[in-house]
């Protein structure tokens, strides 16, 4: 979400946003009491948020969503900065804000979230359900090649063949254990040791050919080279 009192930061931001595969822009606001019930009724991964509006700043409004909604501040103001970061925003953006610096602050709260999931998964049973029709499927994790998303749908491919589920691709990467499994593109997660080889920028499991989102890449090879 995206919450600026100046129209013309908020069309920049939202054009930043639409070339970043997994984001997704689902509110934008010039008036941060208009977000506010938004905010506390849908779940937002990410906001960025201007410090300076009338009514309701920046600063207050922070303090009123959930605290799983991870904050990037944006201001023309530097002086903030203390303040912001002791209201554990994740990072500071002074206007005017470039690609660049956009996409640093993206992959700050992609790394910030990586590292949380790796953090809280202690343990993992080793197999999940998946919801298919009227039935609940056991799949061993050892069994999983790759899901793709197929708009309202997943495809869950398997040693074994695929089943398709209404569940969405951010739940799987959720569920799965991040040591095991990555996200590749927006439409593609994958199962890290079922890769046959990596041919460019498309990774080959079971002889498909399964492209790595432009934003995804720097992620996938280093993940890659460390391997």
């Known amino acids: 979400m995206i919450v600026d009192d100046e129209p013309l930061a908020v069309d920049l931001l939202s054009s930043y946003a639409e070339k970043v595969d997994e ?30 509006m009338p009514e309701l700043s920046g600063l207050q409004l922070a303090q009123l969503v959930p605290a799983e909604t991870l904050v990037v501040f944006t201001t023309a103001y530097p002086e903030h900065a203390v303040t912001g970061f002791e209201l554990k925003a994740l990072d500071y953006l002074v206007k005017p ?27 993992h049973p080793g197999y999940l359900f998946v919801r298919s029709e009227y039935r609940h499927q056991k799949i061993d994790l050892s069994a999983l090649l790759y899901l793709k998303g197929l708009g309202d749908y997943v495809a869950v491919h398997t040693t074994e063949g695929k089943i398709l ?21 927006k439409s593609y997660l994958i199962a890290l040791e079922k890769i046959d080889y990596i041919e ?19 992620r996938f090879w280093e993940r890659i080279r460390s391997t």
């Open 200 to 218: 460019r920028n498309r990774v080959v499991i079971a002889g498909e050919h399964l492209p790595v989102g432009p934003t995804y890449q720097e």
């Open 97 to 123: 804000i470039n690609l660049r610096r956009f996409l640093e602050a993206v992959n700050r709260c992609r790394e910030w979230v990586g590292s949380a999931k790796a953090q809280t998964v202690e343990s």
């Open 165 to 185: 589920t209404l569940e969405n691709l951010n739940g799987f990467e959720e569920k799965l254990p991040p040591s095991q499994f990555m996200r590749i593109h």
């Open 23 to 52: 984001l997704k822009v689902i509110g934008a606001f010039t008036n941060p009491l208009e977000a506010l019930p938004v905010l506390q009724s849908e779940k937002v991964d990410l906001l960025f948020l201007d410090i300076q």
